[in-house]
């Protein structure tokens, strides 16, 4: 059979591997494998969004209220957005699919960091679009500046806390470059760590409200899967001035959120105690990898998220150190795949930040 020949360009994306694959393959005890892997919230969900989940799984056949309202009015609250500058999806990347096919098509470019989020490079590569990488490691708006004069791309992306990197950009930075963008540019500011790191640094902050005022051509994503804890239930959202939002509606799929699913999120983002829990037991735990990353003269990335890239050298080695965690249960993610000697650790709950530590000590000393 023959496939769209765009699919020939894509390479599937590798999500984090499941503790169920380690419990087939080492045979090891589920209790004894933790996932430091996917940037999920070691705290779990919020108690009270696991017992309206519970709640409504009698209502499971029912198709949920297909117009989101209640989750649209709270995050309008928590955003002092209108509920019509806001869509929902099943995860942010099903916004990011929305934005691209909105925007993008064959003679389309899209330019985005040379090492950022997967997604932005298979939904652009799906519709046919060049793709433009900036060199620089890191996000770098100056480069981003001069590639976007020379090329004019229909799309930029920002991810700010990058992943898998975690570096972040000033908010006054990314509102000096986006007043150089024209109109007809969508700038996709993807926000899925966001919450780390206005925990970290005021500085790095970003109002959705302010970014769309003042650049009505930008979408600011956001998610539910990282400092919420509700990967599992994969709720996503865009805010966007309404013409881009219109566009997007246009190609959501009618109940793409499932009911227990919407019931949690609204409950999640009533649970702000269990988000300042959240924030600050990253930033306690991530102290803990940087002096962990110093004391062994590993180098690390400063990060704004969730989550800290350690960076080798020769001896050492990524694939190795992760196959290694992997048979002590420790599932971390090896950032081989992006062309890095790296690996990225989600930072964990002190117990599993332990745990980590005690047999990193142990491949160390082999
Ligand atoms: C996790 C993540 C997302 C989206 O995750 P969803 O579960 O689809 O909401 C988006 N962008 C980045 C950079 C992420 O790390």
Known sequence: MTFNPTLDAIQTYEAGKPIELVVRKFSINPKDIIKLASNENPLGPSPKAIECIAKNAANAHLYPDDSMLVLKQSLSEHYQVSPKEIIIGAGSDQIIEFCIHAKAHQNSKVLMAKTTFAMYEIYSKMVGATLIKAQSQFHNLQEFLEIYKIHKPSIIFLCTPNNPLGECLDKNEIFSFLKEIHSNTLVILDGAYQEFAKAKDSSKAISPKELI????????????SKAYG????????????????????KMRPP????????????????????????????????VLYENYATKKNIAYIPSYGNFITYLFQSPLDSSTIADYLLKKGIIIRNLASYGLNAIRITIGTKSQNQRFFTFFDEFLGQ
């Open 230 to 249: 509700l990967g599992g239930m994969r709720v996503g959202y865009g805010i966007a001035k309404e013409e881009i939002i219109k566009a997007l509606l």
């Open 255 to 286: 109940f793409n959120i499932t009911t227990p699913s919407l019931a949690a999120a609204i409950e999640a983002l009533k649970d702000q105690e269990h988000i300042k829990q959240t924030l600050q037991n990253n930033l306690e735990q991530m």
């Open 213 to 224: 005022e003042s650049f009505p051509n930008a979408i600011y994503l956001g998610t539910f």
